[in-house]
């Protein structure tokens, strides 16, 4: 297997990058999809499970691959050409970070849709609750990017990462990476997001 280029943000601050691991026409079949479950309603307003969340602070549209997509699902193939490029930036970033040990899987993932304005403003860390306390790592890939703005921002490590199309990035779920999405200033922005979870087998990546 050919190794991809990982990019840091810094040397200490466990955000890895890399622009190179997921294929363009795999990018472009994604937003296809994504097109055809928003006009078969299968995308919702995320203020449905925000809480009481204000719109200024969540706001975007939002498909889980959990909710039962009326006897329809995300395209299996499809989705296993993501997965082999998002095992790539597993692989290296567990490298980098001498991570070999933990057997990972992942559960489930996102895809949203955010317009000028919307997202995730807030600070907020992906194993804060009591269903997310096994999340080890995150991911996110940008599908297509706004002309301005969007950026994800990580507090502690001061760092903003620019959206770039097909850019993948992994970084620890722990309140160490506080961070947030930044809103679309010209442009809409869309992007998957998930997961890794410690394994209870032996197998060093599990699509389940």
Known sequence: MQETEFIECTGTSHIGITDDTIDIRVVEDMIKWWEFAHKN???????TDAGNLPTA???DEVIESTQSLYNQEFPPQLMDRYWEGLYRCLTQYCKRYDFNNVVLMHRNFKMH??????????????????MATDRILAFMTYLSVPEEGGETEFLHQSVRVKPKVARTLIWPASF?????????????????????????????????
């Open 41 to 47: 309603f299968w995308t919702w307003d995320s203020q």
């Open 113 to 130: 849709k955010v317009k000028p304005g919307q997202g995730y403003h807030i600070w907020h860390y992906e194993n804060g609750s009591h």
């Open 57 to 59: 602070l969540r706001d």
């Open 176 to 208: 160490t990476h506080l961070h947030r999405g930044n809103p679309p200033l010209k442009g809409e922005k869309l992007y998957i997001t998930g997961w890794f979870q410690v394994a209870p087998n032996k197998e060093m990546f599990v699509n389940t």
